[in-house]
């Protein structure tokens, strides 16, 4: 190397200097500016009036770790992420073949041993809160994920107003039981039977828009529904939401500790982890039952024309193809599953409200399957773990209460944490955990295809 | 003109108007059953707009466009069905259809009339022979008795897809496509992209096949590729074509009869050496572009 461009790399290091310099101390304003009304001003209730205080140690705080942060990746991370991304090669490591391949049939083994091991390592009691809280929650937004993951991911319509079919799906289920005594495996295809009508029923309106014009009315939809809950007090007794909805039942043995009771039938020790397990293996039958129809599904001729509909809409009528019944189609096997998912939601909890069908679970589950990488299960499947669990798991964390004082409550920073990992991931990745493509059909080998020919579908 | 006992296609009286243009205006000509009818004219003279009406993606303001399955006979019933209000009439094997009463969809389901477009239409994330399969589309569907009987796995539309990607495969190799089969169509050359929806068009078991400007952007080995893979889509299935082209060595080449638009109005009809010789049409298009190759020519000193 001579010693002109030595020089020369020397001179671009400084200049890099200079310019992380600059970019920190813009953050540092930005930061600044941001945070001045939020941290740098606390308005607290003092008995009749509002006292204002201020706080300008937090804030230089927040603003100096803003600035670090900032001048960190600059002058260290954002070198490395270049130097790995010239360093990637074309051909896949052989361990990540090994990976993509075992995978799908590890995760499931995983999933079904799962309770067990949530027994074995948090004993009895303890283990509920895992089955209950991590396994059933998740594996609710996994099926929910799936479902809206046809709409979205695979015909490409932007749907803003899903978890009106899980409003339907739920209080399908809650009124249907609690009036005509119906049972749950009867109400829970019944459930999905008329959220897929609901889907049909919204269809048809929109059919004829696009991008954001099909998000505001799906948007709207939505939101129809949970205000004709709230306001149909007669019929779904309002705000106050239905209470005591029959619980499922092991073949018509309830889960309780009276005679006739589970435990007492085979004889084992009364325990509410019973149901727990019960309930588990439902949902994760109902979420598995979601992704094998899916993938059936994509290989089946409405399937395909569903991708062509998101690639390419006139071309797709140009074949003969039907595009009303083949957007209507989508929405009602999206609808169909968030029906099943309402049903077993109505049953798990026992008591429904409409508090649990505000648009933010629509956002949610539509985080869920863009962050996920559309139309991939297993991209949708981490997702939800990551987004439920960690939200879930934020409750876990009482050492942070050691740091910050007793009264912190992390999970008051779970849209924050929700916030930054949409951030993150779209930057690192813009199209999703998975954002490939796999053919539904080949002539002599399956090619994956590369995010950036596959289309996101307009509207 | 050709007889009307060998036409499939009538197009009587058409007009297209978009607010105050009018794109189109009262034209007439029919497309010879068997044969390669080409619609030439010069730049906005309103071939696109004939095809889109034709296929159902317009509304013709005015006029008639029939199409026939089978028998001539059936001719004779044409204004029968036009007084009536129904889109087809059936006689057994045979039928006549009138497009401008039909959504785009159903005049390539029913009437059976596939079509290519000016700017290329492919599903670029999806594999070349996925392309081919979406264009099954509805002979699949009957097979997966409406996705029910594929869902439950039934063998019956194993079978169907079998054959289905058979008759992909067939029309690959005609193209020369079958090595790429499973790569994205989006990845594939220009030409073999134009090849591919020719194809993919094809594979809806088309009538009549209408290609708009299927040789725009084609180097000359391509585009006497394309001559070759027309002729024997012509040759080998029977079915018409109606072909857009600007490419004069391609439409001399290869078509039966030629329809020569200017400004929305018919200006000649006839055999491409009736056409080549008619002065409106050497004073409307021809005339000006030999005079504009040879400037062109003059200019780079040849
Ligand atoms: N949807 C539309 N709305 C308004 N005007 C239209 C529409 N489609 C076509 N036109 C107009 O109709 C005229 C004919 O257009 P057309 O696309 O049919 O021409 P063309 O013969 O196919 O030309 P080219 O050789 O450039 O493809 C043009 O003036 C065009 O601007
Ligand atoms: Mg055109």
């Known amino acids: ?459 | 003109m050709t007889e009307l006992r060998d036409t499939v296609l009538r197009v009587e009286h058409l007009t297209m108007r978009f607010g105050g243009l009018v794109a189109v205006d009262d034209l007439s000509f029919d497309v010879a059953r068997g044969g390669i009818t080409a619609l030439i004219g010069p730049n906005g003279a309103g071939k696109t707009t004939v095809f889109n009406c034709i296929t159902g993606f317009y509304n013709a303001s005015e006029g008639r466009l029939a199409l026939l399955h089978g028998d001539p006979a059936l001719w004779n019933l044409l204004d029968a069905l036009t007084a009536g209000g129904s889109r087809s009439l059936r006689q057994g094997n045979s039928a006549l259809f009138l497009l401008e009463r039909m959504p785009d969809y159903l005049v390539t389901q029913q009437a059976r009339v596939a079509r290519t477009f000016q700017n290329i239409r492919l599903f670029p994330g999806m594999t070349v022979l996925e392309n081919l399969m979406v264009a099954q589309h509805n002979a699949l569907m009957v097979a997966s008795g409406f996705t029910v009987l594929g869902i439950l796995g039934f063998p019956s539309y194993a079978r169907a897809e079998r054959a289905a990607i058979e008759k992909a495969r067939s029309w690959l190799d005609r193209i020369g496509l079958t090595a790429r089969a499973d790569d994205p169509a989006g990845d594939l050359p220009y030409g073999a992209q134009r090849r591919l929806e020719v194809a993919r068009a094809m594979c809806t078991d088309p009538v009549l096949l209408c290609l708009d400007e299927p040789a725009a952007g084609l180097n000359p080995r391509e585009s006497a590729e394309l001559n070759a893979l027309l002729l024997d889509i012509r040759n080998d299935f029977g079915t018409s074509i109606l072909l857009i082209e600007h490419d004069m060595s391609v439409v001399m080449e290869i078509s039966d009869h030629i329809v020569v638009l200017d400004y929305g109005v018919k200006i000649a009809d006839g055999t491409p050496q009736e056409v080549r010789n008619d002065p409106a049409v050497i004073a409307a298009y021809l005339g000006v572009q030999d005079e504009e190759v040879e400037k062109a020519q003059a200019e780079v000193g040849l």
Not at chain 1, 258 to 286: Q, S
Not at chain 1, 287 to 297: F, G, Q, Y
Request: aromatic share 14%; proline share 4%.
């Open chain 1, 1 to 459: 190397m001579s010693k002109k461009s030595e020089i020369a790399a020397a001179q671009s290091e400084r200049v890099d200097l200079t310019r992380a310099l600059r970019d920190a101390g813009l953050a540092a304003l930005l930061a600044f500016a941001l945070f001045l009304p939020l941290i740098g001003f606390w308005a607290r209730n003092v008995g009749e009036g509002l006292l204002l205080v201020t706080r300008w140690d937090a804030l230089a705080l927040v603003v100096l770790i803003v600035a670090a942060a900032r001048l960190f990746y600059t002058l260290v991370a954002q070198p490395w992420l270049k130097r790995q991304r010239a360093r990637r090669t074309e051909i896949a490591p052989p361990w990540r073949t090994a990976l993509a391949k075992w995978f799908i049939p590890f995760a499931i083994g995983f999933v079904v041993v799962y309770p067990l091991i949530a027994i074995a390592g948090a004993g009895m009691r303890g283990s509920i809160k895992w089955v209950d809280n991590f396994g059933i929650q998740i594996l609710i937004y996994v099926m929910l994920g799936f479902g809206l993951n046809i709409v979205v991911g695979l015909a490409g319509l932007l749907d803003l107003g899903y978890v009106a079919f899980y409003a339907v799906g739920a209080y399908s289920y809650a009124l249907l039981a609690k009036t005509f005594g119906l049972t749950f495996w009867i109400l829970l295809p019944l459930a999905g039977v008329l959220a897929s009508f609901w889907g049909v029923l919204l269809g048809f309106p929109v059919l004829r828009l696009r991008g954001d014009y099909l998000a505001i009315v799906t948007l709207a939809f939505g939101e129809i529904i949970r205000i004709v809950i709230v306001n149909w007090v007669d019929l779904t007794n309002g705000y106050a939401g239905i209470t005591s909805i029959p619980r499922p039942t092991f073949f018509g043995i309830p889960f309780n500790a009276d005679d006739n009771g589970f435990a007492a039938v085979f004889g084992l020790e009364f325990t509410p982890l019973h149901r727990t397990l019960f309930l588990y293996y439902i949902i994760l039958g109902l979420a598995l039952l979601t992704a094998w129809v899916t993938v059936r599904l994509r290989r089946l001729p409405v399937g395909r024309a569903w991708e062509a509909l998101r690639e390419d809409e006139i071309a797709c009528r140009s074949l003969g193809i039907n595009t009303t019944n083949t957007k209507l189609t989508a929405f009602a096997m999206g609808a169909m599953f968030a029906g099943f998912a309402g049903s077993f939601f109505a049953a798990r909890q026992g008591f429904i409200s409409p508090e649990s069908f505000t648009f933010i679970e629509s956002a949610t589950i539509l985080s869920i399957v863009v962050l996920g990488g559309m139309g991939s299960q297993v991209g949708v499947a981490i997702a939800a773990i990551v987004m439920i669990g960690g939200t879930e798991i934020m409750r876990e964390l009482d050492f942070l209460k050691e740091i910050f004082g007793a009264d912190f409550d992390p999970t008051k920073y779970r849209m924050l944490l929700f916030g930054f990992c949409m951030v993150l991931i779209m930057v690192w990745r813009p199209r999703g955990l998975i954002a490939t493509r796999r053919p539904s059909v080949f002539l002599k080998e399956r090619k994956t295809i590369s995010a950036d020919l596959v289309k996101e579908g307009h509207g």
